[in-house]
């Protein structure tokens, strides 16, 4: 055990935000003498094990780095080292024929390395699920416990200045809540581009495939088509030559009849020179 791994006991520990958790009471070590896990008392929950990757001494403080963050990390940069490899074997290849042969073997390895990879990503996919739930739990207590504290407030149980504690305390919480759930969403979205870019990398070529489809549209689909519709007719109709068709083949409406007026005021007419003429 070296003198720094020495001073790590006794020194109070804390997380990334600095939120304290315990005091480390002691280590345990491999055969070789380096340490594996350390203990930390962390009052009403015990004493908890700790793996000694996961802590950083800085000064008179140990900080904590949350399990979820350091396996990300590690895929993350296990997956971006092996996707630039297979990058380089491509381009190799590309610019020398003769080597393909040879790279093939390097290729079906880090084809394996990214399938291997591919296993621990849905671990880890997993424990950042599980890491939300848990923070989305916390910010809902924390926010129960401050519109507890606002109603104490209001009902004269508490005095101002707790109430401000509380207030702080509470946005210090949220605060902390808020930003590893913003990281776990970006380590979210760094794994979905990184599988983008895999299945970019690893899909077959779909070059020759379009070329035919769009061989296939422009030559065979029109002609399919114009075997399929009818003829057009070689002289269009007009309205013209339709008209004396409808014609004859409606039935022929009848003249109205005179109007009675008219034939009334005949009629007056001859009594009235009858009348005159005796």
């Known amino acids: 055990m070296t003198h720094d791994d020495i001073d790590i006991i006794g020194k109070n520990v ?17 055969i070789d003498g380096s340490i594996q896990s350390v203990g930390v008392d962390c009052g009403s929950q015990g004493l908890q094990q700790i793996q000694y990757e996961q802590l950083v001494v800085q000064g008179n403080v140990v ?24 990058k380089a074997l491509i381009d190799i290849v590309s ?33 950042l699920e ?18 507890d504290a606002k109603v104490q407030y209001k009902s004269n149980e508490i005095s101002d ?25 970006n380590v979210k979205r760094r794994i979905a581009d990184l599988d983008a870019e895999v299945l970019n990398i ?3 070529p779909q070059k020759h495939l379009q070329e035919s489809a769009v061989s296939y549209l422009g030559n065979s689909e029109p002609q399919k088509i114009q075997s399929i519709l009818p003829e057009a007719p070689t002289a269009p109709v007009t309205y013209s030559s339709a008209v004396p068709f409808i014609a004859e083949s409606l039935p022929t409406i009848p003249e109205p009849p005179k ?20």
């Open 161 to 185: 200045n707790t109430f401000e504690t509380v207030k702080t305390c509470s946005a210090e919480l949220i605060e902390h809540v808020t930003h590893e759930t913003a990281e776990i969403s």
């Open 202 to 204: 690893t899909a077959p």
């Open 130 to 147: 599980a890491r939300l739930t848990e923070l989305d739990e916390q910010i809902k207590s924390a926010k129960m416990l401050l519109f």
């Open 63 to 86: 900080i904590f780095i949350p399990k979820w963050r350091l396996d990300s990390q590690r895929l993350l940069r296990e997956k971006q080292l092996t996707l630039r490899r297979l």
């Open 95 to 127: 610019e020398n024929d003769d080597m393909k042969a040879d790279a093939e073997i390097i290729h079906e390895k880090y084809k394996s390395k990214l399938a291997s990879l591919d296993e621990a990503e849905q671990q880890i996919k997993a424990k």
């Open 14 to 30: 804390k997380d990334m935000y600095g939120t304290f958790m315990g005091k480390v009471i002691g280590t345990i070590t491999d």
């Open 259 to 278: 109007q009675v007026k008219t034939v009334t005021s005949n009629n007056e007419d001859d009594w009235l020179a009858r009348m005159e003429a005796q």
